[in-house]
């Protein structure tokens, strides 16, 4: 059948795809939310998001023998590599240690300390807070007083035996996390 008028036809495409554009900006990404998480790596009040970070990558453990126990070795972590990721899907950065850093592409880096973790469900790393040092050089990660480490998947240490023969062994795990940044407010 074809088309009586055809500039309307567009006309009125144009105008429902309009509407759909302005529909999917009320969609926009909330803002991060801590009230489902454990008290005990909130952030305390006074503080805002400055940054929202999706990591991915791995953690090593080494096998070693445990501290003053004779012929018990364990799975010690040595350290994370991983990406850092915005909301939109873009690389911005890279998280690795030791120490624990968070480097952003503009070369802004940070280190911290860890004030507190909380469970994050089995075969997940648990959630995490850290005390934030002041920044290294200028840019997204200047400011930052906080980081958390929220909605983790996997990253435990490897379930393979870790005895004698494989001391100094170093093993691969992958993990996800989010890293939210936060600044006084």
């Not at 009320?26 to 801590?34: E, L, R, W």
């Not at 998001?49 to 953690?59: K, P, R, Y």
């Not at 799975?75 to 909301?87: E, I, K």
Request: with cysteine; aromatic share 8%; proline share 7%.
């Amino acid at each position: 059948m074809p088309v009586q008028n055809p500039t309307r036809l567009l006309a009125a495409l144009v105008t429902v795809m309009g509407l759909g554009a302005c529909a999917s900006m009320g969609n926009a990404p909330m803002a991060f939310s801590q009230t489902s998480l454990p008290d005990a790596v909130k952030v305390p009040a006074g503080h805002a998001v400055a940054m929202e970070t999706a990591a991915a990558g791995d953690i090593t453990y080494e096998c070693r023998a445990k501290k003053d126990m004779a012929g018990q070795f364990e799975w010690v972590f040595v350290g994370p590599d991983a990406g850092l990721r915005d909301r939109s899907g873009n690389v911005i950065g890279r998280y690795f240690g030791p120490p624990a850093t968070w480097e952003n592409r503009d070369g802004s880096k940070v280190t911290g300390a860890q004030l507190a973790v909380a469970p994050s469900g089995v075969g997940n790393i648990p959630f995490q807070l850290v005390k934030a040092n002041p920044a290294m050089g200028s840019g997204a990660m200047q400011g930052v007083t906080y980081i958390q480490r929220v909605a983790t998947q996997g990253g435990v240490a490897p379930s393979a035996p870790c005895e004698a023969s494989g001391l100094g062994k170093k093993q691969l795990v992958k993990y996800q996390a989010d890293y939210i940044f936060w600044r006084a407010a």
